[in-house]
């Protein structure tokens, strides 16, 4: 009898979360987004629409490929880059993706580590900068380029500094290599290394270290990718390889650095709720929590014309 | 040999089907026709193996003396000793990482110590073999000594009384009694040190074993990458409980035998 009874209430229970979710909304984003997405606009958003708000964040291309394949549903995807928007319009998951945030690359330091006083005496107008990342036992510390954009964006901002800068060699003498094993790390080992004061810089986006409250080095459009008019004539001179999954190299290309929003085709509460997500971050008060948490500005037109 | 009832047969079935249902669906989703491996998968299984080897060596060495004492001491010192074995038992993989990160990193105490004599453990083999150590010790230790708990005392006590040495009784008594379930925690240990992501990812990202070039091929090729890759780590991860399960097995065919 008393199996019967609860039974009966984890039914009604199943029931209550089913009829609530008509005006829930389920937001999946790269993962570098978690503080502006799960403290800042999911939460907003939620008080506005009187809904429940649930947020999901991983690696961009990961979470792209598992949305792609249906392995997971969602209403709205929020990535960097257009790169990880591409693998859902080849899926049919997506007609376009709209621009709602941008950001920059600049070098993060450890405030207390040996360095953090020259980094705070160094400016991103002359080369100095690139001088004291390539100094021995200096300890840098980046994301894995093969499967995390902003990887591949510094390894884009140091192929691009050592040519504005004129200093030839000089990526090459700071990474040692792009897939180096003493600087590569997962994004949240990286953040761990950071803060905890393993590292004494590392390759950030301007949003996240921000977010993250971390001292930083500021660098010029020229190599901080954020400029979308810079990409044709300037960003696109340098490239880099990389291994595909057959063994053959791939080269790459910068991306710009802005932060593009879609809503999914099968979204589980619907393509309204979806919208109605994206608006809320177009809107100003969307803008005004993006600036708070570190971002700027939308920057660019929708992916697809 | 006995036969177990019928009704723990129709009762294990639920445990069972459950157990069941992500694999049976893996063989579906699996491509068997464009089954081939990613680039590196190759060397994500090397890696995987031969440092788990180390790992398992290691795990076994400092784990076995510990699992003995465990299971004979009494009082204050077991209690502590206890709660340093259940301490990182209960702590998420993913925060232990991240500990470990702050404890042997290049700037911490111990790291400095290390990098003094030249050693560094960011990224490196040595790293991923404390990685998995770490994962894998404490269920070892909790395995094993259940399985040196259940050696009778009077046999332990009996080989005092006749005079055999702390070292004997350990060699000639306690490990050959408990070997059936010594068996078990090393296949414990073994699955716990293949699978380990969350301490890998943070503190040992590279070399790649299986589970992180899983994470990878996901990020990179899709799912159907990461199908691959796991049939190969269960084909490649599951002889080592196997072959413990058998050893535990014939041990208890042999002491059922010895019985009158």
Redesign the interface.
Known sequence: MAFLRYSALLLGMGLTASALAGNDIHVTYAGSMGKVMDEGLGPAFARQQNSHYQGQGQGAYGMARLLASKKLTADVFVSITPGPMRILKQAGLIDNAVPVASTSMVIAYNPKGKYAQQFAALNGNDSRWLDLLATPGLKFGRTDPVNDPKGQNIVFTLLLAEKFYQKPGMAEKIMGGVQNPAQVNLEGGLLTRLESGQVDAAAGYESEVRSAHLPYLSLPDAINLSNPAEAKQWYDTVSFTLKDSQGHDKTLHTQPLVYYAAVLKNAPHGEQTGQAFIDFLRSPQGQQLFQQYGYAAAKGDAIWP | MRRPPATALWLSLPALLMLAVPFVTLIGLTHWTHFRL???DSNAIATSLVLGAVSLMLVILSGLPLAWWLAQARGKPRLVAELVVLIPLLTPP?AM??LL??AW????PA?SLLARGGI?L???PAAFVLAQWYGALPYFVMAARAAFADVPVVILEAGRTLGASPWQRFWRLSLPLASSGLATAVALAWVRAMGEFGIV???A???QGMPVKL?????????D?VYVLLWLLLLFTLPVPLACFALTRRNAQNRRQMLP
């Not at chain 2, 990193?105 to 911490?108: I, R």
Request: proline content about 6%; overall charge negative; hydrophobic content about 40%.
């Open positions: 990613a680039w590196g993913l990482g991240i990160v702050s990193g290049p700037y911490s790291g560094a960011t990224n490196n990812m943070i503190f990202y590279f070399p994470y990878n091929n996901l990020q990179n090729d899709g799912v990458a």
